[in-house]
């Protein structure tokens, strides 16, 4: 391109070269990402590959002036992705979990960082160059997590909650990193304007939002609403309640948050998050705002879909239909006019699943030097170094396996409520109250059915009911006890022991830690950086750079193969189940419900 400025763009018609290269790009961008996601639910991996292919590590069919726009359009796509996986978000399940999310997060960055220190056996290092790998491997693809999670379906479950925060903390720090990353390299002081300024704008957006969202915004929809109920021009009315006007809003919200963070210091990806979770909250206060709309809507869905998403008649597994997987269609049903996602399903979702995304996963592969990554030594030390980031972002979800044990004591403590009742029962202090009493700890133990297992087991609180009737000669409760086999009263501890296969119990645990392997955009943008600063240093400077991208790309790799066919796999249990009709659990136990019961 010339340095000149000219006045204008001269207009040439591109050659049929360039047009083929540039269709085939799209088209088989678009071709891999559907092969993959029906087989492995990681359609993610082709279209890195082919950037690989079409890109400057490979055949470079494309110039580079096009590979920086498919860049620039990329990180846009990224942002939109960010920005729907905020809409997908639930206020509730997000406070319900952040203590969850954030224990993950500290261990998915300490881990990596303090495991990039083995380096120093394994190459020439100094302490601030382990450092510098070490952040570059300690993010989580945020792009990567939004794609698995919708394609897999998962992205409003209460794992996806917790995966998508903890993703999302991770990649806060890891720009944070960028920063520091950058100031090593100029030689700048190492702390104030390095690491507090984006600590601190970081936190300050995520206070702030909420309130502004609470206390000025919720008030000044209340007006608005207000004044549009009162003003007559009906035209007026349905010009500022259009689902255009909703995409005005909405946008324009999004690129004020995004370029007010840009500018502040810290990470535009993390103001694109809370403004799609901020656009959701407000959707629900004004569709709170207008009750003539939801009693005009509320006739045609019955009252049980809209306390819960997927319940079914009584017999027929509950377990299943209150997952992701199959409320996805009924989500759709529920959502309030022109909300954030109903406006981003109609406007953004095929722009960003046809070019955007597929742009900004083949924007990663333009920036993996494949060619120069086959040196014997670099390719075992880049080996080791992957499996140590591995096992550093797989131990993540060792958070998980740790609820089981709560879950058993709050087993014990519902053989205690039924030997209480017991109690009561036989030596006849509190006849009088029999009945109450009976009531109060069958709500209380049900409840801890509930909560030990994210389910509500149908055949655990039968279970109580028959224990009831047969002492007392009530004979309404007699008959309700007549349709259920005698065979589960026998022995209630073993039923309960056998209801959760300790197999079944780590499909949670082993999807949060895979699915935070990856690493993705922000690690190749840290390890860029850290080598074109010079912090590598300058002998081993390509390298270390060499290693380090082994183990983001294999990470890349390797995390979305193995949560898709994870989810694979307990999406076969569950059909089987479902053909059986034998009430088991979901494999995926309470990291399955969806949000909006867990957050209730």
Same mark, same amino acid.
Request: aromatic share 8%; glycine share 8%; with cysteine.
């Given at each position: ?12 018609? %591109? ?41 400057? %590590? ?9 590979? +920086? ?7 846009? !796509? ?45 190459? %020439?290092?100094?302490?601030? +160059? ?67 300024? %984006? ?56 690129? #004020? ?13 993390? #103001? ?67 909300? !954030? ?20 996963? #083949? ?145 949670? #645990? ?26 590598? !240093? ?63």
């Amino acid at each position: 391109m010339s340095s000149t400025t000219t006045a204008s763009l001269p207009y040439r018609e %591109p050659g049929i070269v360039n047009i083929l290269i540039v269709s085939s790009f799209l088209l088989v961008l678009n071709a891999v990402n559907y092969i993959l996601d029906k087989l492995v639910y990681c359609g993610l991996e082709g279209q890195l590959f082919i950037g690989i292919a079409w890109g400057a %590590p490979g055949a470079n069919w494309l110039s580079p002036a096009l590979q +920086q726009s498919v860049v620039e359009l990329g990180y846009l !796509g990224l942002i939109l992705i960010v920005y729907e996986g905020g809409l997908a978000s639930d206020l509730k399940a997000l406070r319900a979990n952040l203590a969850l999310s954030l224990l993950v997060a500290l261990t998915g960055i300490a881990t990596p960082v303090a495991l990039s220190f083995a380096l120093l056996g394994l190459m %020439p290092l100094s302490p601030v +160059q382990a450092f510098a790998a070490g952040a570059a491997l300690c993010s989580t693809s945020l792009g990567t997590i939004f794609t698995v999670l919708s394609t897999s379906g998962l992205t409003e479950s209460r794992l996806g909650v917790v995966l998508t925060s903890a993703a999302m903390l991770d990649d806060i720090v890891g720009l944070i990193m960028v920063q520091i990353i950058s100031s090593l390299g100029a030689g700048s002081s190492f702390m104030e304007g390095v690491i507090l300024r %984006p600590v601190f704008v970081s936190v300050a957006f995520a206070v702030c939002t909420p309130l502004v969202c609470m206390f000025v915004a919720r008030p000044l929809i209340r007006i608005i609403c207000c004044l549009l109920d009162s003003t007559p021009n009906a035209n007026f009315k349905r010009i500022f309640r259009s689902s255009k006007a909703a995409l005005v809003y909405q946008t324009l919200l999004l690129l #004020a948050m995004v370029t007010g963070a840009t500018y502040a210091g810290t990470s535009n990806l993390f #103001a694109a998050y809370l403004t799609g979770v901020s656009v959701t909250w407000l959707g629900e206060c004004i569709s709170t705002q207008a009750p003539e709309m939801n009693t005009r809507q509320a006739p045609r869905q019955p009252p049980s879909q809209n306390r819960r998403l997927g319940t079914t008649p009584p017999g027929r597994n509950e377990t299943f239909n209150r997952t992701t997987t199959t409320t996805s269609s009924n989500t759709q049903e529920t959502l309030p006019q022109n909300s !954030g996602r109903q406006v981003f399903e109609k406007y953004y979702s095929p722009l960003v699943n046809a070019i955007l995304r597929p742009f900004f996963f #083949a924007s990663i592969g333009f920036a993996i030097p494949i060619t120069k990554m086959f040196t014997g030594r670099i390719v075992w030390r880049g080996l080791v170094y992957t499996l140590l980031m591995i096992f550093g972002k797989l131990i993540c979800g060792l958070w998980l396996i740790r609820f089981a044990s709560v879950s058993r004591g709050k087993r014990v403590s519902r053989v205690f409520y039924a030997i209480e009742l017991s109690s009561w029962k036989i030596f006849g202090s509190k006849i009088a109250t029999t009945e109450a009493n009976t009531a109060r700890l069958n709500q209380r133990s049900a409840h801890m059915d509930t909560t030990s297992d994210g389910h509500q087991r149908p055949s655990s609180s039968k279970r109580q009911k028959q224990n009831n009737p047969t002492d007392s000669p009530t004979p309404s409760t007699h008959e309700t006890s007549k349709p259920t086999p005698p065979q589960t009263t026998q022995n209630p501890p073993n039923t309960s022991r056998k209801r959760t296969p300790p197999p079944k119990s780590l499909y949670p #645990a082993t999807i949060l830690g895979s699915a935070m392997i990856s690493r993705g955009e922000i690690g190749f943008l840290i390890s860029s950086i850290a080598e074109s600063q010079g912090v590598f !240093g300058q002998q081993n400077s390509n390298e270390v750079f060499l290693v380090v991208t082994w183990a983001i790309l294999l990470c890349t790799l390797i995390g979305p193969v193995a949560v898709g066919l994870l989810v694979k796999r307990v999406k076969r249990l569950q059909r089987r189940e479902r053909r059986k009709d034998s009430g088991c659990e979901d494999p995926l136990g309470v990291w399955g419900v969806v949000s909006v019961e867990v957050g209730r």
